[in-house]
């Protein structure tokens, strides 16, 4: 896979060569889509997701955003991403083993524990009081429905709140009937996942999917702008787990689909989304049309005279 790499670009513009700025496709995409909306300083954190499959190579310039210190969840990273800071998580320091198995890093039946520290077991292991003889969950052990139901099947080191906590299902049997509809990437060919904003220009590729964590004010407009050129419906399949990783980002990679989620219980307490924001994952080619689509339907759809349009407090 060929990458246009945007250092020798950078060059030419110092050398004043080139005087025009920087500007790949999904950053021209994204401002089209932004100028489209007609809403003066709209706020709308946006990430493109880009996936490297284990005989592919990850650029350099990919390489130097994974951090080596700490693991990030999916959903972590994501927000960061649409903060403005690029994320590359790998098997090494990604800080959930669910979205680990949604995004093919690891196999969903593995028996063994991931190596390491990691952000969301670390959770458990506090709450577990378990201070040396903790043993963090095994893929296997999502996949089974065991830490989802973790009250049920007897495994209270799993839990997250405590001795109040009764699981995230009422048994195993519901939790991994649960699990199975949560799409994943298996088998496990992915060796890296980078997240990353349309200012990202360091070297150019088109995203697999762009996530954007928006408003329902802003999602009203994207579905009229999605709608007017195809008159297609949007489709959503929501859970209350794995919303970034599984419903966001594999869902619409896997599928091809648009998806939305209101996120779920890692976004909301360890990500900290904001209560007025959900979010929606769109393939890249989904994007295009939506844009488009945003482009040609600006004078049926006066999106800034919609009630909080304008308002882009986060509060």
């Known amino acids: 896979m060929l990458y246009f790499n945007i250092n020798i670009y950078k060059i030419f513009v110092k050398l004043n060569i080139i005087n025009e700025p920087i500007m790949t496709e999904f950053l021209t995409m994204f401002n089209r889509l932004i100028n489209a909306m007609a809403v003066a300083e709209l706020t709308i954190p946006t990430v493109g997701v880009k996936f490297f499959q284990h005989d592919q190579v990850i650029p350099v310039e990919v390489q130097t955003f994974a951090p080596n210190k700490l693991t990030l969840t999916s959903c972590q990273a994501t927000k960061q991403a649409g903060l403005g800071d690029p994320v590359l998580l790998n098997l090494d320091n990604i800080g959930c083993i ?27 292991h506090q709450q577990s009081g378990q201070s040396n003889d903790f043993i963090a969950p095994t893929p296997q052990d999502f996949t089974e429905g065991v830490v989802y139901a973790c009250h049920n099947s007897g495994r209270p080191e799993f839990c997250l709140f405590g001795e109040s906590d009764q699981g995230r299902f009422k048994n195993q049997d519901i939790a991994r009937q649960a699990v199975a509809d949560m799409m994943a990437i298996q088998p496990a060919i992915m060796k890296g996942v980078f997240f990353y904003p349309p200012d990202f220009t360091d070297i150019e590729f088109i995203p697999d999917v762009v ?84 482009e040609a339907s600006q004078g049926g759809y006066p999106f800034a005279e919609y009630p909080g349009a304008m308002d882009n407090d986060d509060g």
């Open 98 to 124: 669910a979205a680990a198995i949604s995004f093919g890093l690891v196999d969903q039946h593995q028996s063994q524990p991931l190596k390491g520290s990691r952000v969301y077991t670390d959770l458990m």
């Open 211 to 294: 996530v954007m964590s928006i408003r329902p004010v802003e999602l009203t407009r994207i579905i009229q702008a999605l709608q007017y050129l195809t008159a297609e419906r949007l489709q959503a399949s929501i859970g209350g787990l794995r919303a970034v990783n599984s419903d966001l980002i594999v869902r619409p990679y896997l599928t091809q689909q648009i998806n939305i989620s209101p996120y779920c219980l890692g976004a909301r307490l360890i990500a900290r989304y904001e209560p007025n924001r959900l979010g929606i994952g769109i393939p890249y080619i989904k994007f295009k049309s939506l844009v488009d689509g945003m």
